[in-house]
């Protein structure tokens, strides 16, 4: 059965009526991972999304899988190993959703590390992460580091560090693993919320009741034998329903990424660089922009729609301005950007940037499994530990037998090769006949995104050249592959978590607003007053991405 809106009744039908061993409360890395974790051990998964897919932070990351150097100055030493070693793990499991990237850290006068610290720190994060000879950081001097990153500010290199992390699309990952877990036979629905717990006579968790959002009248009771709470900067706001919202606490940080055409900021490559108040920032080229970020101060907002303030931008420009050279930008020169939540643990007296990036596992007197912190990069090992309890925990009361966990090789929807070599073939082979329609940055950027669904993807565009030109041609085929097999509603799955075309790709997409509605409201038989909707709230998330009048 397709994973699409079409057959939406079918699974709301389903959830209601069967009884599963596993319902997750969040469509996130972290939902969508224990859900494709759990599914392959033998359990029977449910998992429901109150917006879309990925909808939450796992859209509106940095969109790197890092071991996160920075935390090496606060001694986390476990975290950068356990993440660290991830990276590789996820590169293996989806080649082409994820791609080595070098990242310079350059080193300047009066900058938070000197040539000693930054050497000993990068020696220290590759034998932590476990990276290979190959692949090592390499200390420049400063000749080298301007060879590498001519925009620096030539009086102020001292020198730099090369070294080795990934890049992602955070959303496609989410939807590769959504695509996979419902493959081998989980239901995973979006635009269903849980607004409440069913419990025995005991206050023991046996379920949920789960509210359609797209029609909103309609509410229904999901029995599981274990619930478990993957929702993100929302957890605390579950854990109250439950009357669980003891002890440990979320404390919500906000991150900004600003969007710059390339023209106006054209790094070579990635820069992992100082703000004048000495926390880190990265400026990360790709087809044709580059986006920086980030900030992180304390929120207290709503947390459904993150907002990016003057201020947040106004950070963010000082140091790029600061850091390189002959570049005076100002907030005119941003063309998008994006807000997210960091969901992590407060910390009494501590600031936003100092608070632990580790995942927590909460266990409230009901049953709820909370899991909280982390990093996109360390889903597939927080899956891991949540199914090693679940499993323990129906074990207890049953005698059933589960399979092992097997996610450290198991290929997502998409990446259907064996090795990194294979990969780069199929490339080659779909830019030998398909570059000569579509050219060669959109034909790779097809490959990143869908992996070895492409070629059904580019033959479909080749198929609309005869009513579109080559650029919509390809809009159209890839919002037709994702009205079929990636569970898209709205304009904006499709353009914000789908493509990121929002933040990437915003002068082709925004006049192709309406067109795209109807196309979508047409295919799924939307009511008009859904179009409306869809196309209001698209119309205000492409203005708001450049909107800054908020203090
Ligand atoms: P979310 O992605 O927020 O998912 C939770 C989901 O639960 C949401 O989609 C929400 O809609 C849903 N939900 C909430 N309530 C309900 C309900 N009642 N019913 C149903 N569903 C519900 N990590 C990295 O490894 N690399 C990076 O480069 C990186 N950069 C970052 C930059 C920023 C600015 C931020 C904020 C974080 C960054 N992180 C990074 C961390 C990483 O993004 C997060 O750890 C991760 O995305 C959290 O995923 P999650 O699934 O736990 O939460």
Known sequence: MEFSYINRKYFLEKLANDSFDLLVIGGGITGCGIALDAVLRGLKVALVEKFDFGYGTS???????????RYLKQFEFKLVRDVGRERAIVYRNALHAVLPEKMLLPIVEGGSLGKQSSSLGLWIYDLLAGVKKSERRKMLNKHETLLAEPLLKPDKVLGGGLYFEYRTDDSRLVIELAKTAHANGALLLNYAQVNSFIKDAEGKIEGAWVQDNINKDKLFCVRSKIVVNAAGPWVDT?????????????QLTKGVHIVIPYSKLPVRQAVYFDAPDGRMIFAIPRNGITYVGTTDTVYNDD?????????DVEYLINAINNMFNGIRLSQNDVVSSWAGLRPL???????????SRKDEIIESPSGLISIAGGKLTGFRLMAEKIVDLVVKKIRHKEDRTFRKCVTKKFPLRGSNFSNSNEAEKYKQQLLLQFKPLFGEEYVVTIFHRFGSESVRILEEAVSFLKEFDPLEALIFSQLDYCIRNESIYSVADF?????????????????????????ISQKLKLLPHQKDEMLHEISRIYQQAVDFSKQ
């Not at 859209?59 to 150097?69: A, D, E, N």
């Not at 579950?238 to 979320?250: A, I, M, V």
């Not at 353009?495 to 509605?517: C, H, S």
């Open 238 to 250: 579950l854990r109250k329903e439950d009357s669980s919202l003891q002890g440990k606490r979320l």
């Open 345 to 355: 643990i407060h910390e009494d007296g501590k600031a936003p940037s100092e608070l």
């Open 495 to 519: 353009l914000v978590r789908r493509t990121g075309d929002l933040y990437f790709n915003r002068p082709a997409t925004l006049p192709l607003l309406e067109k795209i509605t109807d196309y």
């Open 59 to 69: 859209s509106r990351s940095t969109k790197l899988i890092h071991g996160g150097l």
């Open 303 to 311: 947390i459904d729609y993150p907002t990016t303030t003057r201020e």
